[in-house]
């Protein structure tokens, strides 16, 4: 029997219908009237069912890294990703296979097949050699006891499950836990976000707390306070007291809530007047993102990265690639790492990226950054040397801190990208090793061991909100399979300005304090940025809210 028999699509979906149910159903009218007693237990089993339902391919990616720590580095690692590469392969050709003329069906169908008889024998060869792989890569749903085991004393952890006529939310910490049924639907949910994040991002309507022309004042950046306190109080509100004393907080979020962070969400009802004194959610908490409940399990499992102590780095960067575009206006640096979408049909892809605007705060950014650490231990490629054949090329696997500063391109941006990528200096003529574009089945593929992969681009995070779509985006989810730890990944096209002050300010905080977590790092540079009166339109949420920690949201692992 092979891995994939073990769970074979049947059983899947009758998984996921069962735990529909059961989410559902127990966090139904009968549970809320349950005895206090019961409260607890039919928390818990609810709980569990719906982390049935939340199975993402993002979490499936995290829990596979687990599986590769556990094997080693040596022949049964190699098997191991050899075989994980074989499936995204194969998966890749179903989905083609889908949507294939008829004259492609026969090539197609023979290249599955041999993939599928290459992971049949690989299975064989890892269940003799490892045989719990099977269960470390499909982790199982946690429940609150070993949740809890897993949570340090000033942690908590909420997780979302929206649906047709309800949300529902569980929060967990030291403290205790709760459950709280919200009447808003996943319809509902979507309508609030769009809204929100209409002002959010920067290249929409509202342009938010970019300026429209260098010479003008901004206009001030509107903000929907009434609905970022709406969802404050029917999703968070209910449950603070089970949060306790917790200062960091790990989400779980599915459909809509997926493309916007908490740390936007208002808790006070009063109008705001000013936005560098409104009571973000931001003040209170510290926040990470998981794939999935069980992500935290994989992760912390998971032996911690160490690089090789020959040629090691601790940071390297890519940025400031040689494009060709429009350079902005150095006076007001409000330049944003997205295309825009503004590539049509014409010319090649390649005329279009060397068409993208130079982004010279990048390599401001990756230059600053790499001050922080001794000069043998960071390196930094920018301007014609960072190409998409030096990331591939690169020792990756002996960095601890990777980080990419370019354009964030995602699926549509230039005619016929099917996948989101990064944008570097583009070849002459492109090539299988280099066409410009590092996409995420190409990130996928690299090799990592690094403890924070931050990509300071746009749209590396999440989609629109689109109901039932996946929590993490494939770039996102292509540097988790490739062994990053963490990820500082964005949700929406990040100014230029800002995300060089974002990254370099995170990381500075955790050099001063290598026992600060990544994410706590993360919230006192947004709050520095909130407060910063030289640029009023700082304080906006399209400005300083882009960013979140994915993954590992705790302390930078160091050698003592």
């Known amino acids: ?121 690989l299975d064989a060869d890892i269940r003799a050699e490892f045989p719990g792989y099977a269960e470390i890569a499909n982790p199982q749903p946690l429940g609150f006891a070993a949740l809890r085991d897993q949570l340090a004393p000033d942690e908590a952890l909420v997780f979302f499950l929206s649906g047709g006529s309800a949300t529902y939310v569980w929060a967990i910490s030291d403290s205790g836990s709760a459950w709280h ?33 260098p010479s003008t004042e901004p ?56 936005l560098a004194q409104a009571d973000w959610l931001l003040r209170d908490f510290a926040f990470t993102t998981l794939p999935a409940v069980a992500s935290l399990h994989s992760i912390r499992s998971t032996p911690a990265p160490r690089p090789a102590t020959t040629g090691a780095l601790q940071f390297a960067g ?36 060397r068409a993208l605007a130079p982004l010279p705060g990048t390599a401001r950014e990756l230059n600053r950054i790499a001050r922080m650490f001794p000069p043998d231990a960071a390196s930094v490629t920018l301007g014609a040397a960072a190409t998409e054949a030096a990331v591939k090329s690169a020792p990756l696997e002996t960095v601890s801190i990777l980080s990419f500063a370019t354009h964030g391109l995602v699926t549509g941006d230039i005619s016929g990208l099917g996948e989101p990528a990064l944008a570097f200096t583009p070849p002459p003529e492109a090539s299988a090793l280099d066409d410009g574009l590092l996409t995420a089945s190409e990130a996928s593929a690299l090799t990592l061991n690094a403890d924070w992969v931050i990509l300071s681009a746009c749209n590396t995070a999440a989609g629109d909100g689109t109901p039932g779509a996946e929590g993490l985006s494939g770039l996102a989810r292509a540097f988790l399979f490739a062994g990053a730890r963490a990820l500082l990944v964005s949700h929406w ?19 001063d304090d290598p026992t ?21 339109t700082l304080a906006h949420p399209s400005a300083w ?16």
Not at 332 to 338: D, I, L
Not at 493 to 511: C, E, G, I, K
């Open 181 to 213: 049924r919200s009447p808003l639907t996943a319809r509902d949910l979507t309508e609030k976000v769009r809204a929100l994040r209409a002002d959010l991002d920067p290249t929409g309507a509202a342009r938010a707390a970019a300026a429209l022309a």
């Open 1 to 121: 029997m092979t891995i994939r028999e073990r769970h074979p699509p049947v059983t899947r979906a009758a998984r996921l219908l069962a735990g529909t149910a059961l989410a559902c159903g127990l966090t139904g009218a009968a549970a809320w009237a349950a005895p206090d007693d019961n409260q607890e237990v039919m928390r818990e089993r609810a709980f569990e069912g719906a982390q049935w339902v939340m199975a993402t391919q993002a979490a499936r990616a995290v829990a596979q890294v687990g599986a590769r720590a556990a094997a080693g580095d040596g022949p049964l690692g190699q098997k191991i990703r050899l075989r994980q590469g074989l499936e995204a392969d194969l998966n890749a050709l179903r989905n083609q296979l889908s949507s294939a003329q008829a004259d492609a069906l026969p090539g197609l169908r023979a290249e599955a097949e041999a993939l599928t008889e290459r992971l049949t024998a």
């Open 516 to 536: 600060l977590a990544r994410s706590e790092a993360l919230r006192r540079a947004m709050l520095a940025l909130v407060a910063d009166d030289s640029d009023p």
């Open 318 to 353: 890519f940025g400031d690639p040689a494009f060709g575009g429009d350079t902005p206006d150095p006076s007001y640096q409000t330049a944003s790492r997205s295309i825009d979408a503004f590539f049509g049909a014409e010319g090649t892809r390649l005329d279009a990226i």
């Open 493 to 511: 096209p990040v100014r230029d300005d800002v995300a060089a002050t974002l990254t370099s300010d995170t990381l500075r905080q955790l050099n």
């Open 219 to 274: 206009e001030p950046p509107a903000f929907r306070a009434d609905l970022a306190h709406e969802l404050y109080a029917e999703l968070i509100a209910p449950l603070r007291p089970a949060l306790g004393d917790a200062r960091h907080v790990f989400v779980v979020k599915d459909g809509a809530l997926s493309s916007l962070p908490l740390s936007i969400l208002l808790t006070s009802p009063e109008p705001v007047n000013d």
């Open 545 to 560: 809210a882009p960013f979140v920690v994915v993954g590992e949201g705790g302390a930078l692992t160091r050698d003592p």
